[in-house]
């Protein structure tokens, strides 16, 4: 409720003001807070990174100075997305994003579809990932910080598995996240609504 | 019907009292008193090995008559383990074994050269889809009664494999050209 009240009053301020100094940590009826726009923009870009460094794996050669050093940049890197993932999810189950702006209610079930599916596809890359590297048992070793434990068990042939897994969900969470830039970029440029700016913190929405 | 089936029990039992010169094995991977393991250089510093934890296969073996042994074995490829689930799944890739196309590999013996250790098993293996003659040397290592009323013969072997010639081309460097197998072999005589 005290949130409520804050948000309301933080758009009486002036638009310059409120967009840097004043948006809240956590969002509103219709803005984003810096908590989900900071999670939001961390794991797109590390997604971003992922994918290409996964495909560029497969093609390192035995005797490739980073033979090592790739694949473990990949994993722990994928490791702190799962951290960042849960704090994410936590995040939004505690703290209900703003309203969606209008659009047709087709354009809008497509909307949510499409975030529901990138939020299970992220789900399914990572935890995919993760059984890959942890089949015999290992841990993965996170920038050498510390160690991500293995399950306590495993099944047939599970790295074969995982792997499949894990390139698949990795390619059509691209290919989505792909088609999420694209409609950002719709509707900034052509229903020219506040979209993109909200979640690039750019816009204040006055009430 | 019941003149059929009489004929067909008297074909069968003429067909098992048939006059075997070799006793007939069958490998004993259920007790898993049988391994397919192999080792390549690493870098020429050390050995890496690792094994293929299923396969089947069944042998004949006479004492009296060695040359007349023989053997056959069916590999479940994608049981490949080196005790590191990331190397594994390269290795069962399409840049190695390829287990997805090539699941199981075979050998099936042509011809057995008795000398005093036990002998060289010449025979087809048959890996990634290619079919290769190669060479085990065999060593017997013991034959007779276990406690639990069976009989059983075993052996160890050894095969050099380059797996350039089966068509794995991936470069692990010039220590890494030859993978050596290293077999044991328990069979139970049926």
């Known amino acids: 409720m005290n949130i409520q009240c804050d948000a309301a009053n933080n758009h009486q301020v002036g638009y310059l003001q409120s967009m840097v100094f004043h948006r809240k940590l956590i969002n509103d009826q219709s803005s984003y807070g810096w908590g989900h726009i900071l999670l939001h923009w961390l794991i797109a870009f590390a997604i971003i990174g992922l994918y290409p460094l996964g495909l560029y794996i ?72 993760y059984l890959i590297s942890t089949a015999d048992g290992r841990s993965i070793e996170v920038f050498s910080w510390f160690n991500i434990p293995a399950l306590p068990f495993a099944f047939d042939n599970q790295e074969d598995i995982a792997g499949e897994i894990h390139f698949f969900a990795a390619t059509a969470l691209i290919s989505i996240s792909s088609l999420h830039a694209l409609a950002a970029l719709k509707h900034h440029f052509i229903d020219k609504d506040t979209t993109l700016t909200r979640m690039l913190a750019l816009h204040e929405d006055p009430q | 019907m019941k003149a059929k089936f009489i004929k067909g029990l008297a074909l069968a039992s003429a067909l098992s009292v048939a006059p075997t010169y070799a006793a007939d094995y069958v490998i004993d991977s259920k007790g898993a008193h049988a391994s397919i393991q192999f080792r390549i250089s690493h870098l020429g510093t050390s050995w890496l090995t690792g094994r293929f934890n299923t396969f089947t296969g069944a042998f004949s073996y006479d004492a009296e008559n060695p040359a007349a042994s023989s053997v056959n074995v069916e590999v479940d490829v994608t049981s490949f383990d080196s005790n590191h689930a990331e190397r594994d799944k390269h290795i069962k890739g399409d840049e190695f074994l390829d287990v997805s196309k090539f699941p199981k590999a075979t050998f099936k013996s042509t011809s057995f050269t008795p000398n005093e250790e036990g002998g060289v098993m010449k025979g087809m293996l048959t890996l990634y889809g290619q079919t290769k003659e190669i060479a085990i040397d065999v060593q017997k290592v013991g034959e007779g009664k276990d406690p639990w009323g069976g009989y059983r013969a075993g052996f160890s072997g050894t095969v050099e494999l380059t797996p350039k010639d089966f068509g794995m081309t991936y470069n692990l460097g010039p220590a890494a050209e030859t993978v050596y197998l290293d077999l044991n072999i328990e069979g139970i005589r049926q």
């Open chain 1, 58 to 129: 497969e093609t390192l050669d035995y005797y490739d100075p980073a033979y090592r050093t790739i694949p473990y940049w990949h994993k722990s890197i994928g490791a702190l997305i799962i951290f960042a993932l849960v704090f994410r999810v936590l995040w939004r189950v505690l703290n209900k994003p703003p309203a969606p702006l209008p659009q047709p209610e087709r354009m809008k079930q497509l909307a949510k579809l499409a975030h529901l599916m990138l939020y299970a596809l992220l789900i399914l890359t990572l935890v995919s990932g």
